[in-house]
């Protein structure tokens, strides 16, 4: 089992950034590859970023429009998701998640463990 515990976010005018960060505990984080994906009103979930268990490889978004930068710190258990140039269309609750496999996948079926979620505002 693992308890991941997503933080970062808030409320940012057009254009802006956010870090959020996600803190990972229980089974070995450095042995599984961890992603980000967020929910806005109405829509489904979708992919954000991924990154590789070793931290060597990253998969972003071609849909979503802001920024996006991925890392991790695996002497902390840690993943961070840098978001600059936000717009309001990417309102919405993040989630932070950790692979079932190695695979640093889009695929949320792979993810079996998941934040609750933090809320992101992009408003003027």
């Known amino acids: 089992q693992m308890t991941l515990v997503e933080s970062g976010g808030g409320l940012v005018q057009p254009g802006g950034s956010l870090r959020l960060s996600c803190a990972v505990s229980?089974?070995?984080?450095?042995?599984?590859?961890m992603g980000w994906f967020r929910q806005a009103p109405g829509k489904d979930r979708e992919f954000v970023a991924s990154?590789?268990?070793?931290?060597?490889?990253?998969l972003y978004s071609n849909v979503v429009k802001a920024s996006l930068t991925i890392d991790r710190d695996n002497n902390n258990n840690t993943v961070w998701l840098q978001m600059n140039n936000l717009n309001v269309e990417d309102t919405a609750v993040y989630y932070c998640?950790?692979?079932?496999?190695?695979?640093?996948?889009?695929?949320?079926?792979?993810?079996?463990?998941w934040g609750q979620g933090t809320q992101v505002t992009v408003s003027s």
């Open positions: 990154i590789s268990y070793s931290g060597g490889s990253t």
């Open positions: 998640a950790a692979s079932s496999s190695s695979y640093y996948t889009s695929w949320d079926r792979e993810y079996a463990y």
């Open positions: 229980g089974r070995s984080f450095s042995d599984v590859a």
